[in-house]
Structure formats: C-alpha cells, structure tokens
C-alpha cells in the first residue's frame, strides 16, 4: 500500500478505514463482533494503516471494537478518534461540548476505550459555536504535551475556524465529506488546506454508498439506516442522481475496474495529500476499494471525468436541516 503525509509528519496508508458503519448508521449493526475484528485485522493485513473511529459512533461502542482489533498491532497503525459530544447518563447524546474540561475528559474516555496509551489523531468532531477554536486547539496542545495526543484534527470546519485553529496549534489534517457526490470542499477548503499544510480526509468518498452503482430508486433502507432519512437518498433524488454512477461506470469499463474504484481514484488524484476512508462490514468489499489504488486516470481521465460531472446536476440536500446546523461554515 503507497503511503501519504497528513500534514507535517503523520505517515498513513492512502486509503483509511472508517469504521463507523460497525457500529450505526447503516442499517442492524452485524451480530458478529469477531466477524468486525478479522475485517479490521485483515485490512492491516492488505497494508491498511489507518482507521477512523469516534467516542459518538455507538456511542462508545465503536472505539471499543476498534480498540479490540487493533490492539496486537498497535505500534503498526494510527488511530484516530474524535470528541465534540456531550452524553447524558444513559449515554445518549445530548448536543455539542467542546469545554476544555471535556475534551480532556473525553480524551480520557476515549484511551481507555481504546485500550492504547495515546491518541495519534484527534479531531474535533464539530465545531462548538459556543467555545472559541482557540480555547479546543489549546486544550488539544496540551493533551499533545502530556504525551496522550499525537496529532490535532478538525471535522467540518470552515476556512476562518481553521485558521484560527491552526494559529494556536498546528492542525494535520480536516476530515470533511468530499467525494464526486459532494464537492463543496473545492470552493475554499482546498487552496486553505494546501497554503497552511494540513491534510484532508474524506469521509463518505463513495456517497454513502451510491457511488458503488449498488444503490438505485428501487432500493429500500432498512431500520436504523441514515440514508432514509437524507434528502438525497429519497427515490426521486436516487433517480436523478443515477447520471453520476453512470459517468463512472463508463469510465470503470475503459479501466476494467468498478465504478467504487474510479471515484475513490478520483479522489486519490485530486491532490497527494489526501487520504479517504471508505468503511465497509463486508471483505469484497474492502479488496473491491483497496483495489483503487493501482487505478490510474490520466490527466486527459480526470479532465474527462470533469467535464462531464460539470454537466451533472446533484439532486436534494446532504443532509436535513438540523444535521446542516451543525456544520461550520465560518
């Protein structure tokens, strides 16, 4: 597996691994945990070095599974969480916390959980309005002094918050939806990203799954599925949207690889220092993403891919307006 640099020195494999689809989202969470753990294990085995996890993604549950599988190879990965919730004493969430006191409180949970004795990457999950980036990107610094934190990441923050961050503390890497399906990203975050050095990692690089071709206006969304509750994933949207898949599918057949590996091409040549991580329950699955990596789109590819995406109009909002709230966009 190549390698990539998030920011100035976090080395990590050029596809990650988000494991939040083991433990929400997506429909029933699978029955077998040791099923998960030999999935998680058997990335490192293909070269996978980085995985992404959060105290919310359960919640807690998540860091548990991945802690639990990475754990006889430890000193080979980098793993990343994230705090920015608050929980009441049911566990349940409760809105957004990014006091000092609980990132350090949250960071603390997140060690033990995780059963390691620090953290490389730690993002912000979402930007608190109410406590000043400063105020996060110190209390990160210090986990850093401490020894418990290696790297300082943020999750959906706009241009100013990340300057601001990254003023206080160096930050390595944003992680922010960015895919074919959702390019928002192109309009500011990438020229601030690659003026201050930081890295980006993409989450949902296929569309939650659209972009695989393995979804269409057909498909029902089962219980505890997200997807059935985004405007872009209604049926009339999925029929609209179909125009992207078909793009990729075209290009799929000229490269004998899948529509999935053409988008998670894309994304590895839009810049070096990006790094998606595509989650999968399933091990064809993985190979089928890993194998994007020996996919090469020319410049003519990607220049083709653009144009004609350019003519593609993406049908219905990322998300419902009370998850749009909680994005930064300052």
Not at 79 to 108: N, V, Y
Not at 113 to 129: A, I, S
Request: with cysteine; proline share 5%; glycine share 10%.
């Amino acid at each position: 597996m190549d390698k990539r640099i998030l920011g100035s020195g976090l080395e990590v494999s050029a596809l990650g691994f988000g494991c939040m689809g083991m433990s929400q989202s997506f429909g029933p969470n699978p029955g077998d945990r040791g099923q998960m753990i030999s999935l998680l294990r058997a990335a490192v085995d293909r070269g996978v070095t980085f995985f992404d996890t959060a105290e919310v993604y359960g919640p807690f549950v998540n860091e548990e599974l991945v802690g639990e599988a990475l754990a006889p190879v430890r000193d080979q990965v980098v793993i990343a969480t994230k705090f920015g919730f608050a929980f009441d004493d049911q566990g349940r969430q409760t809105g957004l916390s990014s006091h000092p006191d609980h990132i350090r409180q949250a960071a603390e949970g997140s060690l033990r959980r995780l059963g390691t004795d620090r953290l490389d990457l730690l993002y912000q999950h979402r930007v608190d309005p109410r406590i000043p980036i400063e105020d996060v990107a110190g209390a990160v610094g210090e986990l850093v002094a401490a020894g418990k934190v290696r790297h300082f990441g943020l999750s959906e923050a706009g241009p100013g918050t990340i300057r601001r961050a990254h003023a206080v503390y160096p930050v390595t890497a944003l992680q922010s939806e960015y895919s074919l399906f959702w390019r928002e990203p192109e309009e500011d975050i990438l020229a601030v990203l690659a003026e201050l050095g930081i890295g980006l990692v993409p989450f949902s690089p296929l569309g939650r799954g659209f972009l695989t071709g393995r979804i269409d206006q057909a498909t029902e969304f089962g219980a505890g599925d997200i997807r059935a509750t985004l405007p872009r994933f209604t049926a009339e949207a999925r029929a609209a949207n179909q125009a992207v898949v078909d793009l990729l599918g075209r290009i799929a057949k000229d490269k004998d690889a899948t529509p999935a590996q053409i988008a998670l091409a894309w994304l590895l040549a839009q810049r070096p220092w990006i790094v998606p991580i595509p989650g999968t329950r399933r091990l064809e699955r993985l190979t089928e993403n890993l194998g994007a990596v020996q996919v090469e789109l020319s410049a003519d590819d990607l220049a083709a891919i653009d144009d004609a995406a350019a003519a593609i109009t993406v049908v219905g909002a990322r998300y419902p307006e009370a998850m749009q709230r909680m994005i930064d966009r300052s």
